[in-house]
């Protein structure tokens, strides 16, 4: 029986970094973020099928994942080793559209569980009726892993066939590396004419890169050229650093051309033994699962860096993002202000109202100009706003996220947002102007809007709004009219802040809905950091 020196300690510590990988997201289209979302789900698949599993069962059956590109012939070869057909194999490709894990009656209960591939549901069907069709459940769209047993496999041995890693189906691409993650032992199988092809050699580098045990198998190789085909795999084998891997060659005969058939028990022998040894061995087994286990976890010195580098970019290009948006709306904030100050709002119509007051213009009339005017000028910044935020994104990749630069969905335009800004303003104007007329005698109490609509001119006007001033001080008296003034400025501050920083929150809100924090750096490396401590 193999005994891994796993502490409690340790597999906390595992659980939480896997916490923090899980956690870990990377939604802005940078050039390393689809390696590192390719390299989270690998994790997460090696942690959640395989090492956890292994470190707190370390009884459990080995697991052996038969693996290889199209048409490598992995369905012959696990029909052949358990000396039936329990998996499907044929000329049509995709062939294997379920995973088969196959296993010894005995071993049935670690398998039938979520112990290992919690996220596939477990099927059975009848042995005699091996049709992937009957595995899917209604619907066929859940991802399923059928279980088989066979009494010929040693106890203490599953194999499980998986789909091809190179299939024409995505699903079934993602589904084969994920398998693949949750063995103890790798066996690779290509063919003598796709040896050389990129597909297994990156499956062979990622198995050296992790350092399990592997096991490779060339299949289907003519007699004739037999030799000199086992010798060239070798060799690339060899310049690989992967010469010490056990390799095992299958000639090609009449049961492979079709994929239909069983192999002669003398073609898989070499293979079968060696598996068989891998569990009947003591030090033997003890060796293999220590070896992936402590592979996996010495790969995440390396893995764990680069997610949290990745990581570290995500936040920085957010931040980028964040910073030209805030930048250009503080930018249009401070121009506002200045125009303000310079009297802008006090212009075109409303030029004419107030000249036009109030002999031939009411106060209601010139407060409406004002208002329009006012919020004209918003208006105008919010865009100019917008248009630097469009500029400065389009020279960030990250910006081309989805729903970035999509419009504002709501069926409130910005038009729309700042009228009502603007009306509450004047609104709640004409409320302060009521409340200082109410202290003055009845007799020289003069109408709130009058007094409303020189203090908006005041405030809006600038130099050539002095008059206003004086004319606000004759009716209200020089306090009340400095009073008023006061308040009604640090309302209209209040409502210009508002306006700028609900549309900059609403500029920024795509962005804020993405998730992209500082934390996940700090944490996947203080994760580790604890790991590491408690091996």
Same mark, same amino acid.
């Given at each position: 029986?193999?005994?891994?020196?796993?502490?409690?300690?340790?597999?906390?510590?595992?659980?939480?970094?896997?916490?923090?990988?899980?956690?870990?997201?990377?939604? *802005?289209? !940078? #050039?390393?973020?689809?390696? /590192? =979302?390719?390299? &989270?789900? +690998?994790?997460?698949?090696? $942690?959640?099928?395989? @090492?956890?599993?292994?470190?707190?069962?370390?009884?459990?059956?080995?697991?052996?994942?038969?693996?290889?590109?199209?048409?490598?012939?992995?369905?012959?070869?696990?029909?052949?080793?358990?000396g039936r057909r329990?998996?499907?194999?044929?000329?049509?490709?995709?062939?294997?559209?379920?995973?088969?894990?196959?296993?010894?009656?005995?071993?049935?209960?670690?398998?039938?569980?979520?112990?290992?591939?919690p996220d596939l549901?477990?099927?059975?069907?009848?042995?005699?009726?091996?049709?992937?069709? *009957?595995? !899917? #459940?209604?619907?066929?769209? /859940? =991802?399923?892993? &059928?279980? +088989?047993?066979?009494?010929? $496999?040693?106890?203490? @041995?599953?194999?499980?066939?998986?789909?091809?890693?190179?299939?024409?189906?995505?699903?079934?691409?993602?589904?084969?590396?994920?398998?693949?993650?949750?063995?103890?032992?790798?066996?690779?199988?290509?063919?003598?004419?796709?040896?050389?092809?990129?597909?297994?050699?990156?499956?062979?580098?990622?198995?050296?890169?992790?350092?399990?045990?592997?096991?490779?198998?060339?299949?289907?190789?003519?007699?004739?050229?037999?030799?000199?085909?086992?010798?060239?795999?070798?060799?690339?084998?060899?310049?690989?650093? !992967?010469?010490?891997?056990?390799?095992?060659?299958?000639?090609?005969?009449?049961?492979?051309?079709?994929?239909?058939?069983? @192999?002669?028990?003398?073609?898989?022998?070499?293979?079968?033994?060696?598996?068989?040894?891998?569990?009947?061995?003591?030090?033997?087994?003890?060796?293999?699962?220590?070896?992936?286990?402590?592979?996996?976890?010495?790969?995440?010195?390396?893995?764990?860096?680069?997610?949290?580098?990745?990581?570290?970019?995500?936040?920085?290009?957010?931040?980028?993002?964040?910073?030209?948006?805030?930048?250009?709306?503080?930018?249009?904030?401070?121009?506002?202000?200045?125009?303000?100050?310079?009297?802008?709002?006090?212009?075109?119509?409303?030029?004419?109202?107030?000249?036009?007051?109030?002999?031939?213009?009411?106060?209601?009339?010139?407060?409406?100009?004002?208002?329009?005017?006012?919020?004209?000028?918003?208006?105008?910044?919010?865009?100019?706003?917008?248009?630097?935020?469009?500029?400065?994104?389009?020279?960030?990749?990250?910006?081309?996220?989805?729903?970035?630069?999509?419009?504002?969905?709501?069926?409130?335009?910005?038009?729309?947002?700042?009228?009502?800004?603007?009306?509450?303003?004047?609104?709640?104007?004409?409320?302060?102007?009521?409340?200082?007329?109410?202290?003055?005698?009845?007799?020289?109490?003069?109408?709130?809007?009058v007094v409303a609509?020189?203090?908006?001119?005041?405030?809006?006007?600038?130099?050539?709004?002095?008059?206003?001033?004086?004319?606000?001080?004759?009716?209200?008296?020089?306090?009340?009219?400095?009073?008023?003034?006061?308040?009604?400025?640090?309302?209209?501050?209040?409502?210009?802040?508002?306006?700028?920083?609900?549309?900059?929150?609403?500029?920024?809100?795509?962005?804020?809905?993405?998730?992209?924090?500082?934390?996940?750096?700090?944490?996947?490396?203080?994760?580790?950091?604890?790991?590491?401590?408690?091996?």
């Open positions: 029986m193999v005994t891994l020196d796993v502490r409690p300690q340790l597999l906390d510590a595992l659980s939480a970094l896997r916490d923090r990988v899980a956690a870990a997201r990377f939604p *802005l289209p !940078l #050039p390393g973020a689809p390696r /590192a =979302r390719a390299n &989270r789900d +690998e994790l997460l698949a090696q $942690l959640d099928d395989y @090492l956890v599993p292994r470190l707190r069962e370390p009884e459990a059956p080995m697991l052996a994942v038969v693996g290889g590109s199209t048409g490598a012939g992995k369905s012959t070869l696990v029909n052949s080793l358990v329990v998996s499907e194999a044929g000329v049509l490709r995709p062939t294997t559209r379920t995973p088969v894990l196959v296993c010894h009656p005995e071993d049935h209960h670690w398998f039938s569980g979520m112990r290992v591939l549901t477990r099927v059975w069907v009848p042995q005699q009726e091996p049709d992937d069709d *009957l595995l !899917l #459940p209604h619907g066929g769209s /859940a =991802r399923v892993l &059928r279980v +088989e047993t066979a009494e010929t $496999l040693p106890p203490g @041995l599953a194999l499980l066939d998986a789909p091809d890693v190179d299939s024409l189906i995505a699903d079934n691409r993602v589904l084969a590396a994920e398998l693949i993650c949750a063995a103890d032992i790798w066996v690779m199988v290509t063919t003598a004419a796709r040896y050389a092809d990129a597909v297994p050699w990156h499956l062979l580098r990622t198995a050296k890169e992790y350092d399990v045990a592997l096991v490779t198998v060339l299949d289907r190789v003519p007699h004739q050229v037999l030799s000199e085909v086992s010798r060239q795999y070798g060799a690339l084998l060899t310049k690989a650093g !992967l010469g010490h891997v056990p390799r095992f060659t299958v000639p090609e005969l009449p049961e492979s051309a079709w994929g239909g058939g069983l @192999l002669p028990a003398t073609a898989v022998a070499p293979l079968r033994t060696w598996l068989a040894h891998q569990v009947e061995d003591a030090a033997a087994r003890r060796h293999t699962l220590s070896r992936t286990a402590h592979g996996v976890l010495d790969s995440l010195k390396a893995r764990m860096p680069e997610l949290a580098s990745a990581a570290a970019a995500q936040y920085a290009a957010a931040l980028r993002l964040t910073n030209a948006v805030e930048g250009a709306y503080d930018s249009e904030y401070a121009r506002v202000r200045g125009r303000l100050q310079a009297g802008a709002v006090l212009a075109g119509d409303a030029l004419k109202r107030w000249r036009a007051f109030p002999l031939d213009c009411t106060a209601g009339e010139l407060l409406d100009a004002l208002m329009e005017s006012l919020g004209a000028l918003l208006l105008c910044a919010v865009t100019a706003a917008d248009e630097r935020v469009e500029e400065a994104w389009r020279r960030e990749p990250a910006a081309g996220a989805p729903g970035l630069d999509e419009p504002d969905p709501s069926p409130e335009s910005a038009e729309h947002r700042i009228g009502i800004a603007v009306r509450r303003w004047r609104r709640e104007l004409v409320e302060y102007a009521e409340e200082e007329v109410l202290d003055l005698e009845r007799s020289v109490a003069p109408d709130p809007e609509a020189l203090v908006a001119t005041a405030l809006l006007g600038g130099r050539r709004a002095r008059p206003a001033g004086e004319g606000l001080a004759e009716r209200i008296g020089a306090h009340g009219a400095l009073r008023l003034r006061d308040r009604a400025g640090r309302l209209l501050t209040d409502h210009l802040d508002r306006v700028m920083h609900s549309e900059r929150e609403r500029r920024l809100a795509p962005l804020d809905a993405l998730e992209v924090h500082p934390e996940p750096q700090a944490e996947l490396i203080a994760a580790l950091s604890v790991l590491q401590k408690e091996r």
